[in-house]
């Protein structure tokens, strides 16, 4: 490979074709999609997508990929590609109409950026990204669980997984350390009032060995008058949640 992947950066270049229909068929794509790709890397799912769907905004924060970018795609007219960093990008700017996520998410990045889409990117419907298999198994996991929280809530709130596929560490160059998924969910809702809800979510498990009315305090939450359950936070349902953000402030 004429490219070397950044370690500071989390890269780890999809290569491997065969991986391709797995995502495809997660991601349900059809040809009227508007899809928005975080981290493209070499252009391999870019390209892809971009034979399968109307329109692709592809967002990458290393510059120095784009010659390789640009070869890979070969003059498709359906690509918009824009440098700079998703978490710090308008998105809904960008990806005017995007209705799907799909991506071989930067580890570095997975996490904050999946939370931040929930109401960040609302006319999303679905969702189908490529992360560690930890981050992937947070996002559905139970309460009470070790792998349970803020993004587990968040997540739950708003969409139901459709579809989850391990990967094998050999489909990325450099190959990572730790194991891969494709993890698919779709949109069922948007709660009301999600900006406090999140806060509170986040609040809630900021500490996570506390009880949860001492998390929330130390977080700046006002819980005077409030029910709150003598429990830690891990021990609340998603439901749970938008009840207690419903009485504190």
Request: hydrophobic fraction near 45%; charged fraction near 25%; aromatic fraction near 6%.
């Amino acid at each position: 490979m004429s490219v070397r992947a950044k370690k500071e950066l989390g890269q780890h270049f999809l290569v491997d074709d065969n991986i391709l229909g797995v995502i495809g068929r997660l991601a349900e794509v059809e040809g009227d999609d508007v899809v928005l790709e975080i981290g493209p890397g070499l252009g391999v799912l870019t390209a892809y997508l971009a034979d399968r769907v109307r329109q692709v905004h592809a967002v990458e924060l290393d510059r120095s990929l784009a010659p390789q970018l640009r070869e890979r795609l070969g003059g498709r007219t359906n690509v918009e590609l824009q440098f700079g960093d998703a978490l710090q990008l308008d998105l809904v700017g960008i990806a005017p109409g995007v209705n799907k996520l799909v991506a071989n998410l930067p580890y570095s990045i997975a996490t904050p950026l999946v939370a931040e889409s929930l109401d960040g990117l609302p006319r999303v419907e679905l969702w189908c990204v490529m992360v560690q298999r930890e981050v992937a198994d947070r996002f559905f996991a139970q309460p009470s669980t070790k792998a349970y929280g803020a993004v587990s809530v968040l997540i739950q709130l708003v969409a139901e997984r459709t579809g989850f596929h391990p990967v094998s560490r050999n489909v990325f160059r450099p190959r990572p350390n730790v194991e891969s998924a494709i993890v698919a969910f779709r949109r069922t809702g948007m709660p009301e009032n999600f900006v406090h809800v999140k806060r509170v979510v986040e609040a809630a498990f900021a500490h996570r060995r506390k009880k949860l009315a001492n998390s929330l305090e130390l977080s700046g939450i006002d819980i005077a008058g409030a029910d709150v359950p003598d429990v830690r936070a891990e021990e609340l349902t998603p439901v749970d949640f938008l009840r207690l953000a419903a009485v504190v402030r």
